[in-house]
């Protein structure tokens, strides 16, 4: 019995050695015949995309558009997300950029400011960022944005609204209608210039003292009267592009802003201080008080909102030739963002033809981009105004001034004085006026040629 289980035990320890022998001999096989199957790639570690802020200003619908644009951009970008900062609008974000509060990556900025960004180092220039994406922007773009945007031959930022101050008129009030029945100045239909005499006509035939209705308000201000001054052929800077003082007191400025305040500064036609005490110019006009104000394209979503209002848009009024003033705004990216490409990605898709298209029909915007621009995107032909092509068109007679960092100080000097040309009562020393308001336009525009003088003047009377 014990032979027969030794003889069972070597038999199973032989099968144990062939095949662990057998096992051998086919690797040894397949070494020599063909190589090992590859494995699996390696899966490489997800990126970490990267953070990026978007910066505007805006109502809440407006702002409620670039929410929807952000949401849309993060469920699609593999590199970054966006988060969007708001403001209530433009001095609200340049007041946090220079409190150092704010340091949005992209970002919208006013033109008014341009100077400042660069400066301080908020801006860096997007041309040769814009040209790497191969986005083409020369002819779909005015040259006057383009160039309001530019500096030392580059571009800046990228221009993105472009929103010239119009006439809205209040069509129950200002009925052409009618006026043409009673034989009186009306432009023609359709079209693009409203002079000065039809403008005169309209504020005399919308003051309707049964009614309580004046006729117009002009703002009057360095900006609500600088399109008169344009449009008689002034000036109102001395100098297009390093200014020194205003130019009111030239004979050609003085000769418009007379023409402008033989109407402005009649009481019958305007609304009194009492008036504005009680209520805001926008406010009288929505009440149907009020036949025209002058305004741009934010205030269009605003007025269809107030049930009952009828009101249409027409170009500033033209003395001598046409022309305007307007908001313009541009995107910019902070060079102190964590990614310049990843920035300059963003700002590609914010001025595509669908995202602007989107932020156009919130009815806020008048887009720099003018392929955009003439879409029923912002035209919206169902809604009010009929005449939206007004703003499209009044572009072209935009001036766009200096580049100054101190608009908010210049206009804080000289607006009170300005304001006078239209309410001072009695007779109007017009020259008097205008020189003065020239001289002290240079405590902000020439400061150090100022003090040069009161220094000159001091050693002159301690001499005598």
Known sequence: MKSKRRQARRGVATTVALLALGLVATACDGDAGSELLPGPEPVPAPQAKTELTLGVWGKEEEVAGYQRVVEEYNETSTTSTVTLETWPDRDALDDALRAGEAS?????ASRRDLTFLREEGYATPVDELLD????????????DALEAFSADTRLQCMPFGVSPMVIYRNTDLVDFERMAELELATPSPGSSRFTFDEFAAAAEFATKPRRRSKGVYIEPSLRGLAPFVYSGGGEIFDDGDTPT??????????????????????PSLTLTQEQLDKATPQEWFERGRLGMIAGYRDLVPELRDVEGLEFDVLPMPTLDSPATIGDLTGLCLNPATESINDAADLLVHMISDEVVGELTRTGYLVPANQQVALTEDFAQPALQPDRADVFTSAVRSMRV????????????LVDGPIAELVTAPGVLDLETATTLIDEVSRQVLAPEAEESEDHDAEETDGEG
């Open 104 to 108: 949005p990556d992209v970002y919208l």
């Open 245 to 266: 003082s205003l130019a009111l007191s030239s004979d050609e400025s003085r000769d418009a802003l007379e023409r402008t305040l033989e109407l402005l500064r009649r």
């Open 401 to 412: 001034p200096p580049l100054l960092d101190t608009w908010t100080q210049l206009q804080r």
């Open 132 to 143: 790497e994406r191969s986005v083409e922007f020369g002819d779909g773009y005015s040259r």
